[in-house]
């Protein structure tokens, strides 16, 4: 079973040493180092950043230390569950001889070659299986900067820690949730939260295993409660209203995916009723056909990837990564606020006249980045976006430059991605139905001026169905006063109201369970009924032109 307090302390000790020991092999490895430099030159010639290479060197050395570490974890994973039949890191009970044994025999072959180049081949191996191709791919950073022998030898040695009692693992990654009967694994697939649960502890270690990646990427786990209630009112109401065939959902800024785990069941559900008698693993398939993301950070990717694949596995009743399906992931690297169109655009920003939208990054994947963020693509759109305010003066030009309808002042990244989302939903042709958009974003746009152009010009032209103010709920991470907004991208109905929930008094304590706060509880059991209140929130019907105008 895994520890994941006990993981997290490990991996966070062993992200700093590898950022050290990469900080120091770029320093004095020549190619290492005119690589970089080329790639920071690039950057800066381009408009992706004003930072000097030094402070700009930092992201790609967190990023590939954090990428080698939780390639082990992938590994890991796979190797306890008996996702690959051959042990090459460690494992449980006589597991972790075989695979030093592996280890020892293939040095022995290589004598110059060092544990660098030994976690290279394994992480080569699991490349080339169709299940884990797309989570080794070669735009992931381990590819990209490697550390030295010392330190990869240090981090083979944390996958072979034992206990005190030298009988087993400090770290044993086997899931005991994952199901061999079909009914069980349906079951689990429909149980809200129940799937996701199998690799959340991935997201919950992303989140935390690197302070300054955390605060450069504004990560933040949503909660499965918030990401549920967001789902009912816009990916439910979406199946109800798009054919299934044809049916596509989009996280813009997925993070580590919850979003994506939470949909991947959802849609399940709806081909088991539409394809009673299919094989689990076209149906399992066919409900990721429907789900894209995209974020900026690799590694929250590859962990996305890799949720989506276990979980596919784990409804197809697929045992072993050798057997499974190139199932189709659609997660990819790239920043939403650059790659993709605009509404009414016929190219592809990347392919403009513009050295800013046509840099790629090593780790992107562009044109699939492109692809995915095609405007008036989706059904619906949904996601937690970040909300911080861009650091580095070229991007936050660049988003300005591009979002310059909503970007005001010393604007938060919730403004445009609250544009961006709005972009990428489906618009009515012909009479047809608008797309569905839900969000849970910072609420202090509609508190300070930068929030301004948001308020009273842009919203106004978007039919707000709901308002609901979350900031007097716990929302565990969630630091900052929230609100959470469903819409549909269309013109409004100037006689329909807004359904807002407003907030009377925050939560009395820390629940023991958040999701039964009883603030957050107050906006599940009453947001369906105007009129009432208690001494947490009021629900009302607000005419729509009040949200216009008060700010």
């Known amino acids: 079973m895994i520890t994941d307090g006990r993981l997290l302390a490990d991996c966070r000790r062993m992200v700093t040493l590898l950022e050290n ?26 408009g992706r950043t004003d930072k000097a290479y030094e402070d700009w060197r930092e992201d790609p050395i967190t990023q590939a230390a954090v990428a080698w570490v939780l390639g082990c974890v992938f590994v890991r994973f796979c190797e306890d569950n008996r996702l690959y039949e051959v042990p090459l890191l460690s494992g449980p009970g006589p597991l972790r001889a075989i695979a030093q044994d592996h280890r020892l025999a293939w040095l022995a072959e290589r004598p110059s070659a060092g544990d660098r180049e030994w976690l290279l081949e394994v992480f080569r191996r699991y490349a080339e299986l169709p299940g884990t191709c797309e989570i080794f791919s070669d735009r992931n950073p381990i590819w990209h900067l490697a550390p030295t022998d010392d330190g990869a030898a240090e981090l083979v040695q944390l996958w072979w820690a034992l206990k005190d009692d030298g009988a087993e693992l400090v770290h044993d990654f086997w899931d005991p949730h994952r ?14 939260g129940e799937l996701a ?95 894209y993301g995209v974020d900026v950070n690799p590694f929250a990717v590859a962990i996305a990837r890799f949720r989506l694949l276990v979980a596919a596995m784990t409804v197809s009743g697929v045992q072993r990564l050798a057997d499974a399906p190139a199932f189709p992931i659609q997660v990819a690297v790239g920043d939403s606020m650059l790659r993709g169109t605009r509404p009414g655009q016929m190219l592809k920003l990347s392919e403009a006249d513009d050295p800013l939208l046509r840099h790629r990054y090593p780790t992107e994947d562009g044109d699939r980045a492109d692809e995915y963020l095609t405007a008036g693509r989706y ?42 989302f709005f972009d990428l939903a489906i618009e009515p042709r012909g009479g047809g139905p608008a ?9 202090s746009f509609m508190k300070r001026e930068f929030g301004k152009k948001l308020i009273e010009t842009y919203l106004p032209s978007k039919a707000l169905t709901h308002v609901i103010d979350t900031s007097g709920a716990y929302i565990p991470g969630h630091g900052t006063p929230t609100v959470i907004l469903l819409a549909r991208n269309r013109r409004p109905d100037a006689s329909s109201p807004v359904r807002a929930v407003l907030s009377i008094r925050g939560e009395p304590g820390r629940p023991t369970d958040p999701a039964k706060g009883k603030v957050w509880s107050s906006i599940e059991n009453m ?7 208690n001494q947490y929130v009021s629900i009302v019907d607000l005419p729509r032109e009040q949200l216009g105008t008060e700010h």
């Not at 199901?179 to 809200?192: K, M, S, V, Y």
């Not at 989140?207 to 605060?215: G, I, R």
């Not at 947001?527 to 209140?533: L, N, Q």
């Open 21 to 46: 020991d990469l900080r120091a092999r770029t320093d004095s490895v020549d190619e290492l180092r005119t690589r970089l430099r080329a790639e920071w030159s690039q950057a800066r010639a381009a």
């Open 179 to 192: 199901r061999t009967d079909l009914l069980g694994r349906i079951h689990d697939a429909l149980a809200p």
């Open 197 to 291: 649960d199998i690799t959340r502890m991935l997201g919950d270690l992303y989140q935390d295993v690197s302070d300054s990646a955390k605060e450069h990427y504004a990560l933040l786990q949503t909660p499965q409660f918030v990401e549920s209630f967001i789902l009912d009112r816009t990916l439910n109401p979406a199946l109800d209203t798009f054919d299934l065939k044809h049916f596509r959902m989009i996280d813009p800024a997925c993070g580590s995916g919850h979003f994506l785990l939470g949909a991947f069941p959802r849609l399940l559900a709806a081909w088991l009723e539409a394809r009673p008698g299919a094989d689990p693993r076209e149906l399992a398939a066919s409900a990721l056909e429907s789900i």
């Open 379 to 420: 059904h619906a759109v949904v996601g937690n976006p970040p909300y911080i305010t861009v650091k580095d003066p070229a991007l936050n030009r660049a988003y300005r430059a591009r979002f310059k309808d909503t970007c005001h002042r010393q604007y938060s990244t919730a403004v445009p991605f609250m544009e961006r």
């Open 435 to 443: 797309g569905f958009v839900g969000m849970i974003t910072a609420n």
């Open 527 to 533: 947001i369906e009924f105007p009129g009432e209140e």
